[in-house]
């Protein structure tokens, strides 16, 4: 088995093909390249492993960049760090959105499911991925989603605060 290195975009394209829990990236490319019925012969010809990139580092490079401060309000950069934290791990950040309040949802694959769950949850998607989350709760609220968010996808305890910090 061999290692290659990808950019981050090609990263984000094939984990976000990604049809189950599991799937390999030799799995995906095979799929999204139509090889399924080719069979390696030798060596030479055996799949390529894509390299997973540095973990946390689109967060960083989130943090690190403009484009968060340019939000102007809390739901905005809510909304970006949602984004960003979909893009850079999908299959974690789907395991990790089972987060929940006492009496809500605070994220769904559609719009129904979060208006369902509360009055006045002024549900938003995410961009870029498949999800929904409710809005309208305090900046504190926000904040704590965030943290057992990236709790749950592995993050570092103090990313986790710088992150919530810029909210």
Same mark, same amino acid.
């Given at each position: 088995?061999?290692?290659?290195? !990808?950019?981050?975009?090609?990263? &984000?394209? %094939?984990?976000?093909?990604?049809?189950? %829990?599991?799937?390999?990236?030799?799995?995906?490319?095979?799929?999204?390249?139509?090889?399924? @019925?080719?069979?390696?012969?030798?060596?030479?010809?055996?799949?390529?492993?894509? $390299?997973?990139?540095?973990? +946390?580092?689109?967060?960083?490079?989130?943090?690190?960049?403009?484009?968060?401060?340019?939000?102007? @309000?809390? %739901?905005? &950069?809510?909304?970006?760090?949602?984004? !960003?934290?979909?893009?850079?791990?999908?299959?974690? =950040?789907?395991?990790?959105?089972? %987060?929940?309040?006492?009496?809500?949802?605070? =994220?769904?694959?559609?719009?129904?499911?979060?208006?369902?769950? +509360?009055?006045?949850?002024?549900?938003?998607?995410?961009?870029?991925?498949?999800?929904?989350?409710?809005?309208?709760?305090?900046?504190?609220?926000?904040?704590?989603?965030? $943290?057992?968010?990236?709790?749950?996808?592995?993050?570092?305890? @103090?990313?986790?605060?710088? !992150?919530?910090?810029?909210?």
């Amino acid at each position: 088995m061999k290692t290659i290195e !990808v950019d981050e975009d090609l990263y &984000r394209y %094939i984990a976000s093909n990604t049809r189950h %829990i599991g799937e390999s990236a030799s799995d995906i490319l095979r799929r999204l390249l139509k090889l399924d @019925s080719i069979q390696a012969t030798d060596q030479a010809s055996a799949p390529a492993v894509v $390299a997973e990139p540095e973990p +946390g580092r689109g967060v960083v490079q989130m943090l690190n960049g403009d484009e968060l401060t340019a939000q102007e @309000s809390a %739901i905005d &950069r809510f909304m970006h760090i949602l984004s !960003v934290l979909y893009r850079e791990n999908p299959a974690a =950040f789907a395991q990790a959105s089972d %987060i929940k309040g006492r009496k809500r949802i605070y =994220f769904a694959d559609d719009e129904a499911a979060l208006l369902a769950s +509360g009055n006045t949850t002024k549900p938003k998607a995410i961009e870029g991925s498949p999800y929904w989350v409710i809005t309208n709760t305090n900046t504190g609220r926000k904040r704590n989603i965030v $943290a057992q968010l990236m709790a749950a996808m592995g993050y570092s305890h @103090s990313l986790i605060e710088r !992150v919530c910090h810029s909210i």
